[in-house]
């Protein structure tokens, strides 16, 4: 299936190391296309305890768009990127995670008609700025310099205001499986 990664998500190297840590085989990454998701605007709305900050969301608003990689994901693939972002769903199927899977059109750069995929977005979430800490931006900023998103999209990445923070915390035990 079509996945769309926005946030750090972007950077594989990251995925990769959550993957290994938590016992999961890495999705594969490798072969992304640049893709543009129309009528959204990128956010960090989330806090997030294992990255001590802000993590990246995606906001419906009409005119505004987000640039980010399309990867064609396996469902095993798509599984693990589930946890990584703290997806859950209750008896009912209703999602209660952290992130909610959501089908989007995404219209990849160049040729190429758009598509349907899957991208995650914040549950109950208060659409308020949390500054990202300096290191988990780079991680988005490296990752979408990996793909080839255009500088300006890398420019306004870098506009973001961030904190001063740490690497992220591993999790000790009983700790939830870290998020985006």
Request: proline fraction near 7%.
């Amino acid at each position: 299936m079509w996945y769309f990664a926005y946030g750090s998500n972007l950077n594989s190297r990251a995925v990769s190391e959550w993957s290994r840590h938590f016992g999961h085989r890495p999705p594969a990454m490798k072969a992304g296309k640049p893709a543009v998701l129309d009528n959204y605007r990128l956010g960090f709305p989330i806090y997030s305890d294992y990255w001590g900050g802000g993590i990246a969301d995606i906001v419906y608003d009409p005119g505004k768009y987000v640039m980010g990689v399309l990867f064609d994901l396996s469902d095993g693939e798509m599984a693990a990127l589930d946890q990584k972002v703290v997806r859950k769903l209750d008896a009912q199927g209703k999602e209660i995670g952290v992130y909610a899977r959501i089908e989007v059109k995404i219209a990849p750069l160049g040729k190429g008609e758009p598509v349907k995929a899957i991208t995650y977005q914040g549950v109950n979430v208060d659409r308020f700025h949390i500054p990202p800490t300096q290191h988990y931006m780079d991680l988005v900023i490296q990752g979408a310099y990996s793909y080839g998103l255009s500088m300006m999209w890398i420019s306004y990445l870098q506009s973001f205001s961030t904190q001063v923070g740490r690497k992220p915390r591993p999790p000790g035990v009983g700790d939830a499986a870290p998020r985006l």
